[in-house]
């Protein structure tokens, strides 16, 4: 007789793996984490993790999805409940920024999952789509401008994330606050506000 799955449990029981396989990544590095070491890491077997997502790689692809999706709906949700173009500024960043341990794990593993995908289709169509979501978030940001232009502020915002990132990785003791200051004032320059707020 075939097992009886309650999907609500089920999709919780794939959001623990997912959260332990993030944290897996990041404590060893995409390229060296196995299935094995996963299952370790949430206490299952190596077969519950093939059961719930086929392979290591759509376990990995899962996983940055669903970390990708995290940050955007509570950007989105911060985005929406801002009443002003500086509180929307702040809110993004804040969201970009969100203490040093998760920026650091964050970032870590989007960095580790990007470096694999340029040697893996299905992961850079993962990477893409994530880029798209990433993109959607960053106009709505670039059109606090206008729309004339959008689309180039919103590359230019985001690169100004990204590299502000890789610094942070890169920054034995960062300080939050700064890299949060730095990204608003750089937001600021790109939507014609120079490193005064925005009205």
Known sequence: M???VNPIQDRARRAALEKAAYLAIYERGYAGVTLADIAAHAG??????VYHFGSRAGLLAAVMKRFTRTIGVATRRALRQAQTPEAKLTAFVENQFYGVQNTRRFYTVSLDFLAAATRDP?????QRDSLQDTLTLDLELARLAGEGGAE????????LIDGLSVRFLADPDPDLQAYRDDCLAGLR?????ESQPLP
Not at 44 to 49: A, D, F, N, Q, Y
Not at 122 to 126: K, N, T
């Open 152 to 159: 180039r502020r919103a590359r230019q915002l985001r690169a």
């Open 189 to 193: 320059a790109i939507l014609g506000g």
């Open 44 to 49: 299952v077997s190596r077969g519950t993790l």
């Open 122 to 126: 299905a992961l850079m169509a993962v």
């Open 2 to 4: 075939a097992r009886t």
